[in-house]
């Protein structure tokens, strides 16, 4: 064999070794998109969440959520699901697809009331019970 040729092989090797390698780490191009789609659920229910803190500081929470801020699952289309515990207190619902938590190093726009780290997650149905009177905002549960 010669030089150029182990050359070769050995530089085939080693991307093939890193193309592996790459995929063993991060997963498929298909589980990475729904991580993300995950991470899009998360900025929306925080959004709603927000939203909900801003119109109502002083609580007089409604009984169903207003139109102007339901947003919607990414890949369903339906409606997140929300339900008032008390004039205060409410809990807002997402499934979610993958186990991955949404704080990976994101960098999150000024201003925003709660960071991904807050909203932890497994595969399946997750809910957070806040509380819109609390100052700062109480942390997801």
């Not at 790459?22 to 729904?34: D, E, I, K, N, Y």
């Not at 994101?106 to 806040?130: F, I, M, N, S």
């Amino acid at each position: 064999m010669t030089f150029n040729r182990l050359f070769g092989a050995v530089a085939f090797a080693t991307v093939l070794a890193g193309v592996a390698l790459a995929f063993s780490f991060l997963g498929t191009p298909a589980h990475q998109r729904l991580i993300s789609l995950d991470d899009v659920r998360v900025w929306h229910l925080q959004r709603t969440a927000s939203q909900l803190h801003d119109r109502y500081p002083n609580g007089g929470l409604p009984a169903r959520l207003p139109e102007d801020l339901a947003l919607k699952d990414p890949t369903t289309e339906q409606t997140f699901e929300y339900h008032r515990v008390d004039a205060e207190r409410y809990v807002i619902c997402a499934v979610f697809a993958t186990n991955e938590s949404s704080d990976r190093g994101q960098v999150y726009p000024a201003g925003a009331q709660w960071v991904a780290r807050d909203w932890k997650h497994g595969a399946g149905r997750a809910c957070y019970e806040l509380d819109v009177t609390a100052s700062p905002p109480a942390a997801p549960r």
